[in-house]
Structures are given as C-alpha cells and as structure tokens.
C-alpha cells in the first residue's frame, strides 16, 4: 500500500458496504449501499483502489467470497462506471501514479501466490483489464507497446509451464487466451515455447488442462492472421481426440466450452477446420446422438457447432465430407426425439402465449437446424437425406415423438421445397396425420401446414376441399390447445386461398366458429376463432355483409366484458376483427360503428400504461395495426378522430405528443414506457438534463408510421394540422447531438419521421403547390447538412438519402398513372431550381463514391487479415458480404435521390446530368474500377451489387426520360442482357425490369428479340435460376417477384411489337397467358393488364389468336385480374370490357372455358357497378 492508507474506520465501514451489496436479500440496503460505494468511489479513488486491493491481498483478515468480490470490484475500476454520472469517468484513471504503480505490483504478486482458485480467477481477470485498458493500451492505430509490462506476460507463462498445481495452470493459460490480442507479438516471439506448452497439456492426465490446451489454439486462431494461424492446423486431429475423450468422461462442461469455443472460431476461421472436416462430422453426429451418455448442454453445443461449420463454408463441407448434409440431418433429427415422453396433458393445458416446453429446447434446435442446414447446403445438395429424413421418421409408428420429428422437419423446410410433386407428397402426409392418437402429432401437422401455406399459397388451389373437411373436422378435437393449432394454420390458408373459394366455406365455417366462442371457455380457442373469422372478412368482403350484423356486437361485448390483464390479447384480436370488418364492408356500412370503435380503442391504449409491459406492447400492438386499418377504410372521414389520434386528450397521449422528447422524459420519469427487459435499455441524457429510455424510441418510431398513414388516407382532411406536426417533426430533424440522433435513427425514428413528410407533401402536392414548394424546401434545408456531413456511417447516409428521395418523389406524379391524374400535380419543375438539383446531384456522386471507398477499405483489412489462405479456401463459398452490405444498402438510396431528379426535371436533367450518370454507370460495370487486393470471393458479391444499383439508375433513366435518355443505352445493354440469365435473382430483377420498362420507349424494338430468348430460356427453366440455385439467402415471396417481372417483361416485349409477337405466338399460350394475372408485384400486374385490356380492346389478331380462340383465356385472365390490387383505373376498364359483350356471349363463349373458380369471379365482377360511372 502507499503511504498514507491506513486500515482503520473508513475501511471498515467500506468493507460493510460491500457485504451489503452482496447480500441477495435486502433489495433496499443494497440500493443505499451501492449509492454509498458510487460517492466514496467518486470522492477519494485512492482509497477505494486501495482498501479493495488490501482485501484482495489479505487472506489471513478476510474470506474467501469478500477476497473474490474485491477483486471483481477491482477490475470494474478500470473501465468507464456505468454508476457514475459520467459514464466515461474510470476510477482508476484519477489515481494517484503511487497507487497505480502499487496496484499492479501487488495484484501481479496475488496471482503467483494466491491458492484459493476462485479468487486467483478474479485477480487474473482484473490484471488482463488493468494491462488491456491501461498498461498496455492500444493507440489510434490498434498498435501496442507491449514491452510497457512485460513481467504480466512473462508471470502467466510461467504459471502455464508449472505442474504443481492443476487449477494455477489451467487459471493460467485462461489468462494467456485473454493476453493474446495484448501481447500478440510477444507471443509470436516464442512459438517453440507455445508449442512445448500446447505439446505438454495435450498430453497432460488431467482434463481441464487438455481442455486449455485446446481452448488455447482457438484463441490464437482467433487473434491471429491466416499465415500466423497456419502451422497450428495439425493441432486438429489432437482436438478431435480430446473432445472424444472429454466426451468418454463425460464431462460434459468441459465438452461444452470447447464445442462453443469452436462455434465462435467457425463464425471468423471456419477454413480452419477444414483438414478434419470428415473426422469432426463423425464426432459430432456421435455426440449429438449420445443421449444416454451427455447432458442436452454439449449435445446443443455439438449441433451448433456442426450447422455454423456448414453455414460458413458449405462447399468445403459437402467438398471434404459427401455425407455431411445427411450426418447434419440426422444429428439434428435425433435432437427433434428429445421430447418429454408423456401423454402430453401438462403440454395441453398451457397456452400459447405463456412460457412453455423448456424441455422441448432441443426439439426446437433440431428443427432451427434443419431450416438452417437446408438453407445452408440447397436443398439441391441435400433434399434427398431431408426427404429421406422425413420418410424414414413418419413410418416409426411405435414412438409418437419419431411422426412429430417428421412433421416438424416439414415445417422447418418446406420453404425450400420447389417441384410441386413433392409439395403433394407434404400435404398429404400433413392431412394424414391431424387425425393422428397422439396430440402433440396433430398440432405439429397443424403447423406444418401453416408453413406450407405461407410459403406456397399456390397449393391452396389444388388442396383446398380436403383442407377445409380436415379442418371442420379438427374443431372437434378434444385437445383445445391442438383446436388453436388448427385454427392458426388456417390464417394462412385463409390469406392463400381464392375470395371466391372461401366463399363456399364461409357459412358453415363461420357458425362453428360463432358457437365455439360463445361456449368455449378457452382463452386461446376464442383468440384464434376470432382471427379467423377476421380471415373469412378479408378474404370475401362485401360478401361478409350478411354475417356483420351479428357478430360485430359479440366483438363489442368482448372488449366490454374482458378486463382481466390476461385477457390483454383477447381484447387486441377483437380490435384487429373489427378493423378487418371495416376492410371487408366498406365505409358505409363500417360508419355506423366506427365512432364507437374508435373510442374504444382509444380509451384501450389509454390504459394499457397500467398494463404489464409485456401486455402492454402485445396490445398498443394490435390497436396500432387497427387504427391504420380504420383509418385506410375511412379515408377522408377519419377527420373527427384526427385531433385526439395526434395531439392526445381525455383517452390519453397523441401520436405527435409521443414524438416529443421533452413528452418521453417525463415517460421514463414516471415509468410507464411500453419496451423490453428494463436491463436491457439505456438512458440517452437530453440537453436539459432529462432522461429518456432508448425503448422509447420504438414507440417513437410506431407512433410515427401510424402519423403517415393517417396523413395518405385522411388526404385533405390531414391539411389543418399540417403546422403542428410539421414543427413536431423539425424539432426532430433538427437535433445535433451525435449520440441521440444515433439512437433515433438506430430504432428508425427519422426515417419514420421523413415518411410522414413525404405523405404531406404527396396530399399537398394535389392541392397547394406553395405550400407543397415550401414543406420540400424545408426538408431540404433541414436534413441535407446531415447528409452532407455523414461521410463514415453507411446506415446513416441510408437513412437520409432514402427520406429526401421519398420527399421529393412523393410530389410527382407516377409514370403508370392515367393522364388525368397526372395533371393534378401540376409543374413539378417548380419545386427545385437548377441549381438545387445540381448541388444535389454533386452531393450523390459524392455519397456515391465515399460508399464504395468505405466497402473497399473494410474489405482490405480483412484481406489483410486473411493473409496466407488458400484460394480455393475464399472461394465459391457463401458470402455474408452477399446479405450484409450496409454500404450497398446506402448507394442504393443515393441513387433513388437521382432517380428522383429525373423525375422533378426531365429536361434539365437530360440537358445537364445524363452525360454524368452515364459516366456513373460505366464505372459501376466495369469490374477492373474494384481494388486489384480485394479478395476473388468478394469481388464477384461486389461486381454483382454494382450491377444491381446500375441498372436501378438505367431503369429511372428509362422511366422518367424514356427516350431522351436512349443516347446512353449504349453505355450498359450488352451487359444488362447478358444479367438476363444471372444466377442471382436480384441481378436478374433488375435487368428484366428495364427490359419490361424499355419495351415501351421507341427504338428498343431492335434489341427484343435478343432479350426476348434470354428470359424465355430462364422461365423455361425454374430449377436453374430458382431459390436452389441462389449462392445467398432468397424467400419464396424474392424468387416468385423476380419471376413475375420477367414474366412483364416478356409480355411488354410482345404486347409493344406485332412483329414478334407474331413470330412467338406458342409464347402467348404456353407461357404468359397461363401466368397473369401476376399474384406476387401486383403494381407491375395491374400495369400488365392495364396493357392487354389496351390491345384487347384494339383486337391485336397476333394476341388474340387465329380465329380469336384466345378470347376466353384472356377474359379468364381479366376476371381473375379484378379487384386483384389497388388500381381502380384497371377495375374499372375490366369492368367496361365486360360489360360491352352480348348477354349470350357469356353463356356460349366463356362460361365452357372457364373454371369454377373464374366464373364465379366474372359472376361477382358483374353485379359490381361501373367505376366512374
């Protein structure tokens, strides 16, 4: 100790805060004792280090639980205190260089003579942070003085050499792993003596110190490049024997931190790993399935390990070992048996939104493997064992966990699944087992199907009779909770299925539910029944009309008569039937009720501040998704709500209120925000001095979406308040300070915010174009300095270049609109000058080039890094850069900025700024622009994504200059067409996409019939170019859009050229007439059909066939288009083509060639009246 510390009063009194603050029991003494510890700490830091250091360092005076806190209370010392008010104040930074000087001698003399394990732990700990934080720091440039304390270094070595004792060695050499990344060139200094260190404890009797030796490699290979990593591979196949042996022992502990050391490893070095592939597979699938030997702990542990090994290097994987995918299947199979085995009952009486299955958590794993796995290896390389896999387990009958193993492997990778003929296969055997004895089965074919529907809603059309007898049938299980399987699978049928269709269910299904809610007692059947009967209104809408009457006052009765705090999500799904009931009737008939509605909704949210936070998230939840559906069906006479929705009232805060900071401060003072685990959320400290809970921002940000869709459906009924929530706004868009507008944009709060003032400024656009021009200047002024000034934050240049392009597009006009609408915009041009839009536009390039400048530099140092790996180590592997570009992400809203420009002013930009896109994109296609050091692997993820954005910005030239902008068509089409058979299905979107722009734009023609062979060729082949053949990540809802706009754009290429049409007319039949209406890009479908309505109704004799034999298929196609998306204009010319033919055309022409499902559609298309007229 120095001079001056004496052990006297103040330490004893010291010593009492500590036990206090140890003590579990009393919550309140320990709250005063913690505050007192946080002023002695700010007041005298000498002291404090000291007195902790004397009881660390007295074992005679002091036991061994104090010893142990004091040295953990130490290490806290040297890092910034989260209990002081400044968070960056360390303790030991404002001691005195006497005490540092003496804290470090005395800590490194504790840990050489300390012999009780658990306080040597906590001293080592402290010593690392003492060296990481303050003897040994690191400097700008990441670099060390690591001859600054080499006695640390030198100390721990030794202890690792000593076999005196097991615990000191193995303490030791947990402290080397830590010291690697501090003394990383020391270290590498004197490999001879790591390796006779690695050699010795690989060898060693005791299994701790074998579990060290290994524990040691990964963390050299985490902490050193490939080159420096090299020499440690042979070290693999002794790992493999250790954890084999570990395994043998049973020691499940310490199995379990080397399998999880081994997954963090995987995560950063998984070529690591790549001699021993095959012999680490046959491990694993062996520890997993050793049930009887290991805890479930490293068993989970193995099954991660082995579904990361393929998730980052697949091709390695299936290269080293063939049979992986199939080991990695029954690993993760044998992990989907590990259910309790009972009759279920203590399963059944749990609900679904309480806590459950803890002992299911690997059954669950199993399943999130299986998905994994999948998605990992393609079901291309490995859906022969999933399939397998599959049949193998459902035919075990004798055990009812091997049938529910099955159906879960269905659920988890049915959405990879592609050939229709085994989609078939999945339903049937799903079908067959909701009747199966036992209940667990039943529900797990429930959800199985839940996942097929949502995946594939296609099936419902060739399911749908022996779906809904399965389902009528199944409520009348005996099991309620397996009834709430039931009915949670039909949601999605429900969303899948065709209106006309469910129709022929709706009565009978509808009186089921009705009686069920009225005399089930279950909470979570009656939740579900009344989901599902939201489902039957949103599909058949006006049809819902006659069912309205009566079960609208059961939903209200509901809201009134449910209290209780656990009926929180009851009373939330009344309110999104409710809403859904809006949808389904319309405004006229919804207008009677929607007063009362909407009091109810707001007197909800009102209370749900007296809920549990976790009630009360589940419901402002549900209010906030029924609100914004009330408010899409009301439209324009959502005005009386308008001023309590915004600005609060008697039912409680307003939307623009929960947008004010000043409004969150007293929140969080009073403790009564909706947001997660409280532990979980920090406090950002405002200008004033308040505080406000960072969960707060999420409300924020929900508060601010529901304000832009009050604005876009309220339209001129918004304007009046149009002030008071634009000078909200500002009073958001205008903060500087770095670390709360960081946490706004992290939880979306701007970008929400700018949505908002994009939907003003599309209302205003409409009707007041001063005021239009000064809201789009405002915002200019406000946000673009921000942008202007985010040169290292991709995520914030995303957010602020995605909010100016919203803005300045939202008061434009759409291409697809009729002329008529167009024309209320008026003159666009006024809203920015010329030489706004090239400061603009410099701004762009600029941003531009700072995000390829930023990806290239991040990308460098880690081929630095990487350093000494094989080539074929970085190649043909999955790519997280592929997934993961946030600096993508931000020159894709750059470039819409532009697009937007094109927009406001297609003259002066033609005039001015084409010749420098042009230049722009040129750069973007040619790949010999990226660094020559970037490495191969993500050269070709960065040459796609530079295509991506290229032709984005060729598809606004198209768009919004068409044939002002063909001069530079030049510049990219060779490539664009080559891209039309691109594996990756984005890069392919975006091509197709300007194909089926271009098709319009005079002078393409020349070029179709070469763009046309390209994509035919890719439709003509799905296998090739679908979700089995992407090298990333793509959902079923990615790879079906990306087929519809090739689907357009074959379509815009015949419907623009009678010459080729003519010369493709098997085109029409087998091709494109078979697939429109388009189900999945509705808005380019309404355009497709807007277009074939057009040539249609000019009786285009290359489209209607030789003899006009295609008349029925295209009147099958406009009857299935109506009502299909928003577009009234297409509506309503269906509806006038309808209604121009003879009656008896119908009857004789149509009804032969029409199915049932059609015909019903033309049935109801009829009745409705004419749009416009």
């Known amino acids: 100790m120095t001079a001056g510390f004496t052990v006297g009063e103040e330490m004893r009194t010291l010593v009492a805060i500590l036990d206090t603050m140890r003590a579990p029991s009393d919550n309140e003494a320990r709250k005063n004792a913690e505050k007192q510890y946080g002023i002695a700490k700010e007041k005298n830091p000498d002291f404090v280090v000291q007195a902790l250091l004397h009881i ?470 009656i939740e579900e029944c009344i989901t599902s009967i939201a489902v039957v209104a949103g599909s058949i809408e006006k049809e819902f009309r006659p069912y309205y009457d009566h079960i609208m006052p059961m939903l209200k009765n509901f809201i009134k008569n449910s209290s209780e705090e656990k009926e929180t999500r009851l009373r939330g799904k009344a309110f999104e039937c409710m809403s859904l009931f809006g949808v389904a009737v319309g405004k006229e008939k919804f207008t009677v009720d929607v007063t009362e509605c909407m009091t109810s909704m707001l007197q909800q949210g009102s209370a749900s501040t007296q809920l549990e936070k976790k009630n009360a998230v589940i419901l402002t939840d549900y209010l906030k998704d029924a609100i914004e559906r009330v408010a899409g069906v009301m439209e324009e006479n959502m005005e009386p709500f308008l001023p309590a929705l915004l600005f609060g009232g008697a039912h409680g805060s307003g939307y623009m209120q929960i947008l004010d900071l000043a409004h969150a401060a007293r929140q969080t003072e009073a403790g009564t925000i909706t947001g997660d685990d409280d532990d979980e959320d920090e406090l950002i400290t405002l200008k004033n001095g308040a505080k406000v809970k960072t969960a707060y921002f999420r409300e924020m940000a929900d508060a601010a979406e529901t304000v832009a869709c009050l604005v876009s459906n309220s339209k001129k009924a918004f304007i009046p308040h149009v002030p008071k929530v634009c000078d909200g706004l500002m009073a958001l868009f205008k903060i500087e300070d770095k670390s709360l507008r960081a946490s706004l944009e992290a939880d979306e709060v701007l970008n929400k915010c700018s949505e908002v003032w994009a939907a003003i400024t599309g209302v205003l656009a409409k009707c007041d174009q001063l005021q239009t021009s000064q809201c789009v200047a405002k915002f200019i002024e406000l946000n673009y300095p921000f942008l202007e000034q985010a040169t290292d934050d991709a995520d914030e240049v995303t957010m602020l270049a995605k909010g100016t392009a919203e803005v300045l597009c939202s008061v434009c006009p759409s291409s697809s609109m009729t002329a008529e609408k167009k024309a209320e915009y008026g003159d666009v041009t006024k809203y920015l000058q010329p030489a706004q839009m090239t400061q603009l536009y410099n701004l762009c390039e600029t941003k531009l080039q700072e995000c390829f400048k930023r990806r290239e530099e991040n990308l460098l140092k880690e081929s630095e890094w990487r350093d000494g790996a094989e080539e074929d180590d970085v190649e043909g592997e999955k790519n997280t850069l592929d997934e993961m570009d946030d600096n993508h992400e931000a020159a894709v809203a750059v470039s819409q900025i532009i697009g937007a420009l094109m927009q ?212 099958a196609v406009f009857a299935e288009a109506y009502k299909s998306s928003d577009s009234e204009d297409m509506d309503s010319q269906v509806k006038k083509v309808f209604s121009s033919f003879p009656t008896d055309f119908f009857q004789t022409t149509l009804k032969p060639n029409f199915k049932d499902t059609q015909w019903k559609k033309l049935e109801k298309l009829m009745k409705d009246p004419v749009v416009g007229a």
């Open 56 to 525: 660390v360092a007295n074992g005679a005076n002091f036991n061994e639980d104090q010893r142990q806190q004091a040295s953990i209370f130490m290490r806290r010392l040297f890092i910034p205190d989260a209990m002081l008010e400044d968070e960056q104040n360390i303790v030991f930074s404002r001691c005195s260089q006497a005490v540092k000087e003496t804290v470090a001698t005395t800590l490194l003399n504790c840990l050489q003579t300390e012999t009780l394990e658990r306080v040597r732990k906590a001293t080592g700990n402290a010593l690392v942070t003492l060296a990481e934080q303050h003897i040994v720091p690191s400097d700008a440039d990441g670099k060390r003085n690591e001859a600054a304390w080499p006695q640390l270094l030198t100390t721990v070595c030794s202890m690792c050499g000593s076999d005196d004792d097991v615990s000191k060695k193995v303490n030791a050499m947990e402290m080397l792993c830590e010291l690697l990344p501090i003394y990383q060139e020391t270290i590498k200094g004197i490999q001879r003596d790591m390796q006779l260190l690695l050699e010795q404890s690989f060898g060693h009797g005791d299994a701790k110190v074998r579990k060290s030796a290994v524990l040691l490699v990964l963390a050299m290979v985490l902490n050193y490049k490939a080159k420096d990593w090299k020499p440690l591979q042979p070290c693999l196949a002794v790992i493999v024997k250790v954890l084999e042996n570990l395994a043998q022992l049973q020691a499940n502990e310490h199995l379990t931190e080397c399998l999880e050391q081994m997954t963090e490893t995987c995560e950063y070095e998984a070529i690591f790993f790549k001699p021993q592939v095959k012999l680490l597979a046959n491990l694993l699938v062996q520890i997993v399935g050793a049930k009887e030997q290991l805890d479930a702990t490293p068993r989970s542990a193995a099954l991660e390990f082995f579904i990361t090994l393929a998730e980052q290097k697949p091709k390695m994987c299936m290269q080293q070992c063939p049979e992986f995918g199939s080991y990695l299947i029954k690993a993760a199979m044998d992990c989907m048996m590990e259910i309790e085995d009972s009759d279920g009952q203590d399963w059944a009486n749990i609900m679904d939104d309480e806590e459950d299955d803890d002992d299911d958590e690997l059954f669950k794993l199993g399943g999130e493997v299986i998905d994994r796995a999948i998605q990992a290896l393609t079901i291309k390389k490995i859906g022969s064992s999933y399939f397998q896999a599959i049949g193998m387990y459902v035919q075990n009958t004798s055990d009812w966990r091997s049938p529910m193993s099955a159906l879960s492997a269905v659920s988890e990778g049915v959405e990879y699944v592609e050939k229709a003929e085994h989609l078939d296969q999945l339903m049937e055997l799903c079908l067959q087992h909701t009747t199966h004895a036992h209940m667990r089965v039943r529900a797990q074919s429930w959800h199985a199907l839940s996942r097929i529907f949502a995946d594939h809603r296609e099936v419902t059309e060739r399911w749908h009779p022996q779906y809904m007898a399965a389902t009528l049938r199944g409520l009348e299980d005996p099991v309620l909770r397996v009834q709430t399987k039931n009915l949670g699978a039909f949601l999605y049928f429900g969303e899948a299925l065709e209106p006309v269709v469910m129709e022929n269910y709706a009565k009978d299904l509808l009186e089921k539910l009705v009686e069920k809610i009225n005399k089930c007692n279950h909470r979570g059947v």
């Open 904 to 1115: 406001l002013n297609p003259d002066f930009y033609t005039q001015n700024l084409l010749g420098r896109t042009d230049a722009v994109i040129k750069t973007l296609l040619d790949p010999s622009k990226i660094a020559s050091s970037v490495q191969a692997k993500d050269r070709q993820v960065i040459v796609n994504k530079n295509k991506i954005l290229a032709y984005y910005i060729a598809c606004d030239i198209c768009e919004h200059l068409r044939e002002r902008g063909t001069s530079m068509w030049p510049s990219f089409l060779e490539k664009l067409f080559a891209d039309l058979q691109n594996v990756d299905y984005e890069v392919r979107h975006a091509a197709s996409y300007f194909v089926y722009l271009a098709a319009t734009v005079p002078g393409f023609e020349q070029y179709s019939e070469n763009a046309l062979t390209k994509m035919v060729h890719v439709l003509q082949s799905p296998t090739d170019f679908g979700k089995g053949a992407q090298s990333k990540y793509a959902s079923c809802d990615d790879i079906k859009v990306a087929e519809d706009n090739l689907i357009a754009a074959v379509f815009a290429l015949l419907a623009n050229s009678v010459t080729l049409s003519s010369k493709n007319q098997n085109l029409w039949d087998s091709l494109l007439l078979p697939k429109l209406p388009l189900k999945n890009d509705t808005e380019v479908g309404a355009s497709v059909i807007v277009k074939l309505l057009e040539c249609f109704q000019a009786q285009r004799a290359d489209i209607l066939g030789e003899g006009q034999k295609r008349i029925p298929a295209i009147c």
